[in-house]
């Protein structure tokens, strides 16, 4: 059995969050004593957090629930239940890198997607890292194919924002928002990223990835790390969510929001916009490089490029570099 399938299985073992002996453990993986100590050491680093005390065993800090494509394809609505297909993996690099080398081999149908328990490369937007602890959260990459090219892209990651947006409304979560151009907040502090990466293709098409990081149950230890205000869908709910169930829900928003918006364009998501925006009308301060413009924000554009207003008039500026800031709140 091979060093990953073990660590699976052990996983699995302490899932319930109950107290296993080491003996327990090496018997049930065939391993030594000193093995299971190794195998315990790396289920820290992969941000899962441990007790051990000497005459009971470990056990995890608290039960996991871990996702299981099965459970997720109960919760689907129909529509979504046998296409696009999907796939649970357990640590990846990164799920966008996963799916960016099925999309490159042409298997994969559009909204094929891939959910991972953890991430040891997990990116996000202008070379950050993205905290991706094991059993915690949910990383999740879709595939999308662009055939009008990448222009579309950006339209495409604000879409993909109003359907997280809405799915944590439905939840029955208030003061959910959007930050342009790819993230979601509650009450002013970050629940979930968008990541898009682009492959062009010959003749003007493209690929898209789409990969979210949404936080459901940060381990307060790895939350310590995260140098913005953050939250976690379990902090603004009152009861435990289940995983699978969203894991489900986020699936089938966004596939529907994909398909929309490769019916009508972004058109379908403006008023969506206005709604969950969190600093229309606002003044804003935007950050590009050395750059430093000060205005009000009056929205997006029709390609999803943000407004701001200054005394020269209204000017649209699109992704890359550009960072935007409340004056006085969200960073
Ligand atoms: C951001 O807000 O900076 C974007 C974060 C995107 C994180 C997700 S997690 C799933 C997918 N895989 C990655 O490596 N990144 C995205």
């Known amino acids: 059995m091979k060093q990953a399938e073990r660590l699976d299985q052990l996983i699995r073992l302490l899932a319930n969050g109950e107290f296993h002996s080491g003996q327990a453990i090496g ?60 796939e649970v993996r357990s640590v990846v690099d990164s799920s966008n890198d996963q799916v960016k080398l099925l999309a490159q081999d042409g298997t994969v149908d559009a909204g094929f997607s891939i959910f991972a328990e953890a991430q040891t490369a997990g990116r996000g937007r202008r ?27 950006m339209g495409l990651s604000l879409a993909v924002g109003i359907a997280l947006a809405e ?4 939840l029955g979560i208030e003061a959910v928002s959007v930050k342009w151009p790819n993230d979601v907040y509650i009450n002013g502090k970050k629940v979930a990223g968008i990541l898009v990466d682009l492959e062009t293709l010959p003749e003007g098409a493209a690929h898209s990835i789409i990969g979210m990081g949404i936080n459901l149950r940060m381990p307060e230890f790895v939350g310590r790390n995260i140098d913005q205000a953050w939250t976690d869908l379990n902090s603004e709910l009152p009861q435990l969510v289940s995983r ?47 750059r430093v413009c000060l205005g009000t924000c009056r929205g997006i554009d029709e390609n999803g490029a943000l407004l701001v207003e200054d005394e020269h008039g209204v000017r649209r500026y699109f992704g890359g570099e550009v960072s935007l800031r409340a004056q006085d709140a969200i960073n």
């Open 244 to 290: 699978n169930c969203i894991a489900a829900q986020v699936r089938s928003s966004v596939l529907s929001a994909l398909q929309q918006y490769e019916q009508y364009g972004l058109a379908a998501f403006q008023q969506s916009w206005r709604q969950y925006d969190c600093f229309l009308d606002k003044p804003v301060k935007l950050i590009m490089g050395q």
């Open 27 to 86: 018997e049930s993986l065939s391993i030594s004593r000193a093995a299971v100590n190794q195998h315990i050491h790396k289920l820290e680093e992969l941000g899962l957090e441990l007790f051990s005390v000497t005459g009971r065993g470990y056990k995890l800090a608290r039960p996991i629930e871990l996702l299981q494509a099965a459970a997720i394809e109960e919760e689907t609505p129909t529509k979504w239940r046998k296409k696009p297909g999907f």
């Open 167 to 170: 799915c944590f409304t439905e």
């Open 127 to 153: 070379g950050k890292h993205w905290f991706s602890p094991f059993g915690s959260n949910l990383y999740f990459s879709v595939y999308w194919p662009l055939e009008d090219g990448i222009h579309g892209a």
